[in-house]
């Protein structure tokens, strides 16, 4: 039996700040200067990010041992 797959989850912006650690407007330089998922529109006035797209941004900050990180994009 396969396990039933769970709904997309979207996050507010206080719950993204909190969940990866940086600030509001360091989210939004991410998103012009890395690759960082971009916001979605639910409505006219409201953006929320999908939780599966930051969980995988998440996953490829990180470097395993004894790798160079990656460098960051240049404006």
């Keep these: 039996m396969e396990p039933t797959p769970q709904p997309e989850r979207f996050l507010r912006i206080s719950e993204l700040t909190k969940q990866i650690g940086l600030c509001r407007s360091s ?22 990010w999908r939780a599966s797209e930051v969980d995988a941004w998440m996953d490829r900050q990180v470097t395993p041992k004894g790798k160079p990180a ?3 994009k240049q404006r």
């Design 70 to 72: 990656p460098q960051a």
């Design 27 to 48: 989210v939004y330089n991410f998103i012009q200067t890395q690759d960082f998922p971009k916001p979605v529109k639910i409505g006219s006035r409201s953006s929320r």
